[in-house]
C-alpha cells in the first residue's frame, strides 16, 4: 500500500502543472497576422488589402532613381527583369517578371507593355497580353521604370515590422498621363519571404484614380482583388495601399515549443518515477 500512495501522490502532486494544454507541436502554422482595420478582400485565393487610412499601411516611399536600374522608358513599353530572389504572387514562385511603363508588372515576360486601357473590376482579362498582374497604377502612362532589390528592406515590413526581410522595389518616375504634362511618381514593393504587397503613391498625380485600376489579380484572370477602380481620389498623393498573402514563408515565425510549466511536470513526474523505482529495488534486496 505504501508503494501505491507514493504513486498516487506523485500523480496527484503533478496534475496542475500537467494539466495545462499542451501545444501541438504538428498543428498548422497560421498565416501572418493581418494588423489592417479594414479594407478589401479576401478574394477566392485569400489576399486581402488594406490602406495607408487604417495606420497599418506605411506611406514610407523609397526613391531608387539614383541607385535602381532604368529597366524600361517610354510610351506603351515594357521590358523583362531577373528578380533579386523570388516572389511568391497566388501560389505560384517567379523569378523573372516584366515591367510596363503603363503602371503594372506582368509575369508573362514577353509583355513588351502595350496594354495602355486598364480593366477593372479585378480579376478582368488584360486587353493585351497575359500572366498574373500588379498593377499600382494601371493606366496609359509614358514613364521611367526602375528596378532594385534590397537585401533587408529600407521600407519595414507592415505584417512582420521585427523580421529583416528583403524587398524588391519598382518605381515609376518621370510619370505623365498620356496628353498631359504634370510628372508624378509611384512604386511597387514587393517582400521576400513575407510574399506582401505594398503600393506608394508620390505627389502630383493629377488623376489620382479617376482612369486607372489599382490591385492584383492571377494569371488566367480568375481570381483577383480591386482596390480602386477608376474612381477620383481613390489613389491620393501620399497614400499607400497593401496587400497581405495569406501564407508568408514558416521561417518568419517564431520557433514553437513546449510550454516550461509542462516540461516542469513531466521532470518532477519522472523524478517521482525514479524514487519509486529505487524503493521498490531496495526492498527487494532486503528481501
Request: glycine fraction near 12%; charged fraction near 15%; aromatic fraction near 10%.
Amino acid at each position: 500500500m505504501k508503494f501505491k500512495s507514493l504513486l498516487f501522490t506523485a500523480l496527484i502532486s503533478t496534475s496542475a502543472l500537467a494539466a495545462e494544454p499542451k501545444e501541438d507541436l504538428n498543428a498548422p502554422i497560421p498565416p501572418g497576422v493581418f494588423l489592417g482595420g479594414g479594407g478589401v478582400g479576401p478574394d477566392a485565393f485569400g489576399y486581402t488589402g488594406t490602406d495607408s487610412n487604417t495606420g497599418t499601411c506605411s506611406t514610407q516611399f523609397v526613391d531608387i532613381t539614383a541607385t535602381g536600374t532604368n529597366v524600361v522608358s517610354g510610351d506603351d513599353s515594357g521590358a523583362p527583369v531577373t528578380l533579386g530572389a523570388p516572389f511568391n504572387l497566388y501560389g505560384t514562385i517567379y523569378t523573372d517578371v516584366a515591367l510596363a511603363t503603363n503602371g503594372y508588372i506582368a509575369t508573362d515576360v514577353t509583355d513588351t507593355g502595350p496594354d495602355l486601357s486598364n480593366d477593372c473590376p479585378l480579376p478582368a482579362a488584360p486587353s493585351t497580353g497575359g500572366g498574373a498582374r500588379i498593377y499600382p497604377l494601371h493606366d496609359d502612362l509614358i514613364s521611367d521604370v526602375f528596378y532594385q532589390f534590397f537585401p533587408v528592406c529600407p521600407r519595414p515590413s507592415d505584417n512582420f515590422p521585427g523580421q529583416d526581410v528583403g524587398c524588391h522595389v519598382v518605381q515609376w518616375a518621370n510619370t505623365t498621363h498620356f496628353g498631359d504634362a504634370t510628372v508624378f511618381t509611384f512604386e511597387a514593393i514587393l517582400y521576400d519571404q513575407s510574399w506582401e504587397i505594398a503600393f506608394i503613391q508620390g505627389a502630383g498625380n493629377p488623376e489620382e484614380g479617376s482612369g486607372s485600376t489599382t490591385g492584383i489579380q492571377n494569371d488566367g484572370a480568375t481570381d483577383g482583388l480591386t482596390y480602386a477602380c477608376n474612381t477620383a481620389s481613390s489613389v491620393p498623393a501620399a497614400t499607400a495601399q497593401c496587400f497581405t498573402h495569406p501564407a508568408p514563408e514558416q521561417s518568419l515565425f517564431p520557433p514553437r515549443s513546449v510550454p516550461v510549466n509542462n516540461n516542469i511536470a513531466l521532470m518532477i513526474l519522472a523524478g517521482l518515477f525514479g524514487l519509486i523505482g529505487l524503493s521498490l529495488f531496495r526492498r527487494k534486496a532486503a528481501l
